[in-house]
């Protein structure tokens, strides 16, 4: 996570003047993950609750509230210190979209001047073993520094999908005998 920290800091704080790294255009990224002996509903709940409405494990602090001001319907969120704001547009909850989730970036923050848009859908599909292959596609575009944020957001997709792997997988005992 300190990596993540450092290149959070290093995007707000250093200007980039290397050249190649000003390249604007489309971004897409694809992290599979393997969680298993978790059937794909548990997983999707557990992204709700532990990478959702807890951060799972973003070095930020978090403020997850509604549309409507319910304390039950949160399909917001915000970001801070960036001030980023994300909006879950399907939460799974549909029988045609049951198993997977969609958000979006509603508000850049601190980094309006490099992104303009940020969709993501996070499927969870059942593997011959029983376990859960969870895919978390994302599509963005950069303005400026394509190469940059492609880099980061893979890095923080890559994390949370496996910080979310870790928190669902069966604890080691020790025991001392």
């Given at each position: 996570m ?5 290149l959070?800091?290093?995007c707000l ?6 050249v190649?790294?000003l390249?604007a255009g ?5 992290v ?6 978790v ?5 999707k709940?557990?992204?709700?609750s532990y ?5 799972g494990g973003?070095?930020a602090?978090?403020v997850v509230f509604s549309?409507d001001?319910?304390s039950?319907n ?5 970001l ?7 909006t879950?547009l399907?939460d799974?909850s549909?029988?045609s979209?049951n198993?997977?989730v969609r958000y979006?970036?509603s508000?850049?923050?601190l980094?309006?001047?490099d992104?303009?848009?940020?969709d993501?859908?996070v499927?969870f599909?059942?593997?011959?073993e ?5 895919i978390?596609?994302?599509a ?12 980061i957001t893979?890095f923080n997709?890559k994390e949370?999908s496996?910080?979310?792997a ?10 001392r005998?």
């Amino acid at each position: 996570m300190t990596v993540l920290v450092c290149l959070l800091w290093l995007c707000l704080l250093l200007p980039v003047v290397v050249v190649t790294g000003l390249s604007a255009g489309a971004i897409r990224i694809s992290v599979e993950q393997h969680i298993p002996d978790v059937t794909p509903s548990e997983v999707k709940d557990a992204w709700l609750s532990y990478q959702w409405r807890q951060g799972g494990g973003l070095p930020a602090v978090l403020v997850v509230f509604s549309q409507d001001g319910s304390s039950n319907n949160k399909k917001r969120r915000r970001l801070a210190p960036i001030w980023m704001e994300e909006t879950l547009l399907d939460d799974g909850s549909s029988s045609s979209t049951n198993n997977q989730v969609r958000y979006r970036v509603s508000d850049m923050g601190l980094f309006k001047s490099d992104l303009h848009s940020h969709d993501a859908n996070v499927s969870f599909i059942q593997d011959k073993e029983g376990g859960t292959n969870m895919i978390w596609n994302v599509a963005m575009g950069a303005t400026s520094r394509k190469e940059l944020w492609e880099k980061i957001t893979e890095f923080n997709v890559k994390e949370a999908s496996k910080d979310l792997a870790s928190f669902l997988s069966t604890p080691l005992v020790y025991s001392r005998t």
